[in-house]
């Protein structure tokens, strides 16, 4: 079975630009989940998304960032005017079941903003 | 949500077994102990977990104390691919606090393995 995948792994963008962040869960995964790791800091949870429902964004900033996962196709996470302090990796984790199960990993999108 | 406490980094020699610790001391009946590890410039990976009995998989070992306020993760036969941090989580499988999906991910202990 393919794992999670991420892409772009890299993503460098330009102040004010947008990014767009793909997820594909695992084969047979309805729950997305959403970290994102600052520089030198740990991976702290934005959101958490099961097929088209936003379940809890309490850890996404207010402004500018959003997710969706739609019936069809990848979970995309988006940032519109992307600042410096942006930058970071954001990884997403699927699971086959929500609450407690277990959550796997993909290999994370690295942004830098310029 | 349970707090749990590691040491900053830990160092090992390949070949040999490694026992990384972990303090929960306000662990809950329904906590679930689960550690995961996150290797250079990659996403954390899964390694195990266990309620209240020792646990044993293809990665690693986990043994959990009595009292259950402490648990230890076990590899065997460190190599320099083991080189990570290791992160010990605790997850309510009650979803008391009605979030119990939220991985929250502490410092970890940053693991050096020595050829």
């Known amino acids: 079975n393919a794992g999670v995948m991420q892409n772009p792994r890299h993503l460098v963008r330009r102040r004010g630009q947008e990014a767009r962040l793909r997820c594909s869960p695992m084969?047979?995964?309805?729950?997305v989940y959403w970290y994102r790791q600052l520089p030198e800091e740990g991976l702290k949870f934005m959101v958490y998304?099961?097929?088209?429902?936003?379940?809890?964004e309490s850890g996404m900033p207010k402004e500018r960032f959003s997710a969706e996962f739609p019936k069809e196709g990848p979970s995309i996470l988006r940032i519109q005017q992307v600042v410096r302090g942006d930058s970071a990796a954001y990884f997403c984790?699927?699971?086959?079941?929500?609450?407690?199960?277990?959550?796997?990993f993909g290999p994370g999108t690295r942004l830098t903003v310029l | 949500d349970a707090k749990t406490t590691q040491p900053n980094s830990m160092e090992s020699n390949e070949e040999e077994p490694v026992h990384l610790p972990c303090n929960h001391s306000?662990?809950?009946?329904?906590?679930?102990i689960h550690w995961y590890r996150q290797l250079p410039s990659q996403g954390p990976e899964y390694v195990i977990h266990?309620?209240?009995s020792n646990v044993n998989n293809r990665m690693a070992s986990l043994a959990i104390a009595e009292d259950r306020k402490s648990s230890t993760l076990i590899l065997h036969r460190a190599t320099l691919r083991d080189a990570a941090v290791y992160y010990c989580?605790?997850?309510?499988?009650?979803?008391?606090?009605?979030?119990?999906?939220?991985?929250?991910f502490g410092k970890g202990t940053l693991l050096t393995v020595n050829p």
């Open positions: 998304l099961q097929k088209e429902n936003i379940i809890d």
């Open positions: 266990g309620l209240t």
């Open positions: 084969k047979g995964h309805s729950h």
């Open positions: 989580i605790l997850r309510d499988v009650k979803n008391s606090g009605g979030s119990n999906y939220k991985l929250t």
């Open positions: 984790a699927s699971s086959l079941q929500g609450l407690a199960d277990t959550q796997y």
């Open positions: 306000t662990i809950s009946g329904t906590d679930y």
